[in-house]
């Protein structure tokens, strides 16, 4: 038996061989001739596909499905991928679960910070009860926060591998809808879709909202509709995507969430005129 | 079509079912460059100073590949003046390329004429906030923020000062520049009719008496004119380029700020 | 003989339970020249007196406008107040930048509030030698906060700090209950009283010595100066003239002053 206290502790040679340093730097024994680089998410794994949203007269509508492939495998089918914040803002996470998973822990973070600062003097009437009351972080403030998060990521070269659309009410209580992503990226629009759904579901969507102005005069039900025969389209076409989806509406009344909604009416009639792939006519 | 999934698609996912999955980086050894920070968010601006005044011009189309992000997003911000809609602002940037760093780099300059304001008590020149926003670009020369910049005011002497940009912040006060997707429809156009490049004096001789014509700085409403024509232009010709053009027009009254629309296709 | 021992840092107390170098800053904002801080439902305003050091001299500052939303009024060492000023713009901007929203009055002052704590509980820290008032409106309406040397912040709905400023309290408590329901001028004109109620009977409020910041519900906090107070100043005064024997509250208040 080896004495020597260098051999204290350490597997005996003689029974499982010697130790392989060939992981280490070269410096101690090893082959490797540097230290591997830090690495961060270079890919994302588990995945959501597109989460779609519509701003109406009053408010905004959010949907998302609730699946997250492997790859193309339907690897969990009841992930909600709508996160309500508060009474006037919700979130959609495409792309990454972890990463989203991620984001949602922080954005409670930032909620119970937002809450723990109670309120300021006392209301005397249900004027002030109503300003005292009201939560601190719109919409927009949540997606100015968010961008930051996600531009600072890209700039570490560690990103968070999302596209998020934000929705809901902003400070004036207008409806608000803005979208962040993986670079930091942001712009605003009256309807917006992530993922697949920018191709497929957009122009169906710029077509019940062309601008601004055709937002205010549509109604919250014209809106939902259009928003679920998007999500229609969607499974017909998005081979990442299910039947089984969340939807959102948030406007004065707060947040009005439901997560397991199931596509109606489905027809599969234009099926049978599909042949092979791009390719094969016959 | 290769370049349409590229964006939405899990390009190295596991589990492909089809044989076109990408291969080439299956080899051993640490992959590089996997994840690519910047993007093209197309749009052209352009900036024109005159004798009085400095227009800025810039298209509010935002495009990722052949998707339309947004028909209305805008990339001319007025820099300094009070509280968010920089009210009394003098001072106006443009910039074009990848849009988030693009905001990032106005919120910086915003914040720091607005600084410089709350510590010296008087309003930035614009040729100081140049020379800033030089440094500020210079200052990531080995991440540069991947935008064109161009800066629009009036100078100490009231005149029209235009400051354009490289990503790294080489810059140079120009009567006219164009930047961003359809630079290269814009900035020949300009050459001609702002700079007056190939005009020659029609009363001059032929062959080497020709004479040159000298540029003066335009009249305001000749600047308006060339700027709607430019874009008009180049939104026939370029596809990322089109929806809106916004204008900010710098005189000694203030930022005038109009909307045209442009072609939506 | 009666030396005192445990003065000589802000990290230790006396037996009795005091910090006397905290004290001793709090004597520093009484060397300061008064300001006051007044808000209504709608909005808030600080008045401050400016001193000059010689008759040739300039006036020094008392109000800063920190963001566009609030502003401060000092009462003490200026160079503390600066310090404690670029800190608070920083902060402002920083919550413009992060969530694109004016920070809330509240949260400023609790962060000045640490800082201030900090340096009397750090061996070789000094107190800041300054009071502040903090007056502007944010997404809960209107506010006006006090900061004190020892780190204590209190929000108030009426407060003056510096030399004198007991009598330009007196004025306050007794005009308290009018002052919610007042509108913008009558606020300005209950803040410019109360502050000429601090003067010592020789001196008088004049464009030169007068500061004022009002900030509203529908308005940017402005700082006015000058002759932009001189119709305030005229009315606020001529007022008092006409109807101070009538008003006995505000003719208690000379009294007191002498």
Known sequence: ???????????????????????????????????????????????????????????????????????????????????????????????????????????????????????????????????????????????????????????????????????????????FLASADLLGTTFSAPSMATGFGAHLAQPLLRRVAPDEAATQELSKEKAVEAIKECMKVLFYRDARSMNEYSVAVIDQSGVELKEDEKLENQSWAFADRIKGYGTQTV | MASLFQQSMPSTGPGYSFASAPTHHSSSGPRQHAFYPYTDNGGSTLGISGATFTILAGDTRSTSGYNINSRYAPKLFRIGGDGPENEGARIVLSVVGFAADGNALKERLD??????????????????????????????????????????????????????????????????????????????????????????????????????????????????????????????????????????????????????????? | MFRNNYDNDSVTFSPQGRIFQVEYAQEAVKQGSVVVGIVSKTHAVLAALKRNAEELSSYQRKIIPIDTHYGIALAGLASDARVLSNFMKQQSLASRLTYGRPILLSDITSRIGDRAQTNTQHYGKRPYGVGLLIAGVDARGPHLFEFQPSGVTVECVAGGIGARSQ????????????????????????????????????????????????????????????????????????????????????????????
């Open chain 1, 1 to 175: 038996m080896n004495h020597f206290p260098e051999a204290w502790g350490r597997p005996r040679d003689d029974i499982y061989g010697s130790y392989n340093a060939s992981y280490l730097p070269q410096s101690r024994g090893g082959l490797q001739s540097h230290h591997q680089p830090t690495t961060h998410t270079q890919q994302p794994i588990v995945t959501g596909t597109s989460v779609l949203a519509l701003k109406f007269s009053t408010g905004v509508v959010i949907a998302a499905d609730n699946l997250a492939s492997y790859g193309s495998l339907a690897r969990f089918t009841d992930v909600h991928r709508l996160k309500p914040f508060n009474k006037r803002a919700v979130v959609g996470f495409g792309g990454d679960v972890s990463d989203m998973q991620y984001l949602d822990r922080l954005l409670n973070s930032l909620d119970v910070e937002e809450n723990y600062t109670s309120p300021t003097g006392d209301a005397k009437s249900d004027d002030d009860r109503a300003l005292v009351d009201a939560p601190l972080m719109s919409a927009k403030n949540l997606h100015t926060y968010l961008a930051k998060v996600m531009y600072k990521r890209r700039t570490d070269f560690n990103p968070l591998w999302n596209a998020l659309l934000v929705c809901g009410l902003d400070e004036k209580d207008q409806p």
């Open chain 2, 111 to 265: 914040t720091m004429v607005k600084m410089y304001r709350y510590q010296h008590g008087k309003e930035i020149s614009v040729h100081a906030c140049a020379q800033r926003l030089s440094h500020i670009l210079y200052g990531k020369r080995f991440f540069p923020y991947y935008v064109t910049a161009i800066l629009g005011g009036l100078d100490d002497e009231g005149k029209g000062a235009l400051y354009s940009y490289d990503p790294v912040g080489s810059y140079e006060r120009e009567q006219c520049r164009a930047a961003g997707a359809a630079s290269s429809l814009i900035m020949p156009f300009l050459d001609n009719q702002v700079n007056l490049k190939n005009q020659y004096d029609p009363a001059s001789g032929e062959g080497l008496e020709k004479v040159m014509r000298v540029p003066e700085p335009l009249p305001q409403e000749t600047v308006e004119q060339l700027v709607r024509d430019a874009f008009t232009s180049a939104v026939e010709r370029h596809i990322e380029v089109g929806d809106g053009l916004q204008m900010m027009i710098i005189t000694k009254e203030g930022v005038q700020e109009t909307f045209t629309p442009l072609k939506k296709d």
């Open chain 3, 167 to 258: 009598m330009a309290r007196t004025y306050l408590e007794r005009n308290l209950d009018e002052f919610e329901n007042c509108s913008r001028e009558e606020l300005i004109k209950h803040a410019l009283r109360a502050l000429k109620d601090s003067l010592s009977q020789d001196k008088e409020l004049t464009v030169d010595n007068t500061s004022l910041g009002v900030g509203g519900m529908e308005e940017n906090f402005k700082m006015y100066e000058g002759q932009d107070i001189a119709g305030w100043l005229e009315t606020t005064f001529e007022n008092k003239q006409e109807g101070g024997q009538a008003a006995e509250g505000s003719g208690e208040g000379m009294e007191l002053d002498s």
